[in-house]
């Protein structure tokens, strides 16, 4: 499941990158690249800091 996550993100950005890279400059397309590296690390690393939260959460409520 994880990788096919990856693979569809990896096509999506190749896909939008392909789409318009014709109307935007190098540097503009750098940057564009870089805003997508970004907000997918970012979302990754809240997705996991959250899950490792209420993982800790509910590990630490059992009675042992």
Do not use: D
Not at 3 to 28: D, K, N
């Amino acid at each position: 499941l994880l990788l096919l996550f990856v693979a569809s993100s990896f096509a999506y950005i190749l896909f939008i990158v392909y789409r318009i890279a014709e109307s935007l400059t190098i540097p503009g397309l750098i940057g564009f690249i870089f805003f997508q590296l970004f907000f997918w690390s970012t979302f990754l690393f809240t997705i996991i800091f959250v899950l490792l939260r209420l993982y800790n959460t509910f590990i630490a409520s059992l009675p042992l």
